[in-house]
């Protein structure tokens, strides 16, 4: 009988750069089912979990604490420990008194950084898609895989929506244009922040061009590589 659906297991030296891993520590590693983030782009929560955070030694420990949901991504629970987390996701745990949001380190990994725990998660989504639905309705799709239902035709892609989780609410709007405060998703910079300095327009085979300035040096990057998190 032929096997169907791909691997449940992973190698380690298979895992996706923005995991944290060392190939040469053990033969398999936790694969991320399918959710909001790619597997490219994603580690899996028990990861996070158990090797960055540290709540529990084994992961029969971060396990129980899943079951026991008392863990929330994004304001919401999850109970598995393969469910990908992404950038900017925010993990809150019981009985820890902060909150952790995923950002990259400078060798384009993703790590949980400490901030201050809040009753109203609140997320930056960039835009990847837009299009025109049945009734005429605007539907913006986001890189964490949302699907929002919009009535503002000036929102474009590569825009980032700042919503209120999990009620997916649009407080504001941050637009791709010079001046805006960017972070550096992909790319020899990524987890690099800057300012939007100049972005010439891309051709149907090739990507705009965005022209970053930090405070000690300038560097181009295609708008693929950007993400607006201000003004």
């Known amino acids: ?10 190698k380690r030296y298979a895992v996706s750069k923005v995991m944290w891993i060392s190939p040469k520590e053990g033969k398999w590693a936790i694969k991320t089912e399918p959710g909001p983030h790619n597997k490219e782009t994603s580690v899996p929560l028990g990861f996070v979990l158990r090797d960055l955070i540290k709540i529990g030694e084994t992961m029969r420990e971060v396990k129980v604490a899943l079951k026991q949901r008392k863990v929330k991504v994004n304001g919401v629970v999850r109970t598995s420990h393969k469910f990908p987390v ?26 949980p950084e400490k901030i201050e725990k809040v009753d109203k998660v609140v997320k930056l989504s960039k ?17 964490d895989g949302r699907n929002i239902l919009a009535e503002d035709n000036t929102i474009k892609p590569h825009d980032t929506l700042k919503l209120e989780l999990p009620k997916q609410k649009v407080l504001k709007v941050l637009k791709m244009q010079a001046g805006a405060k960017v972070y550096i998703i992909g ?23 965005v022209t970053i300035k930090t ?3 300038e560097f181009q990057t295609t708008i693929n590589n950007v993400f607006v998190i201000g003004e």
């Not at 009988?1 to 992973?10: H, R, V």
């Not at 996701?89 to 990994?109: C, F, Q, T």
């Open 215 to 217: 405070t000690s040096k």
């Open 127 to 143: 835009v990847v898609k837009k299009t025109t639905v049945k009734g005429g309705k605007l539907q913006l799709t986001t890189n």
């Open 187 to 209: 790319g020899s910079h990524a987890g690099e922040q800057g300012v939007v300095k100049e972005i010439k327009p891309g051709t149907e085979k090739a990507p705009a061009m």
């Open 1 to 10: 009988m032929a096997k169907k659906g791909g691997s449940k297991a992973l």
């Open 86 to 111: 992404g950038l900017f996701d925010i993990i809150s745990i019981d009985g820890i008194e902060h909150d952790y949001k995923m950002v990259y380190d400078l060798k384009g990994r993703l790590v």
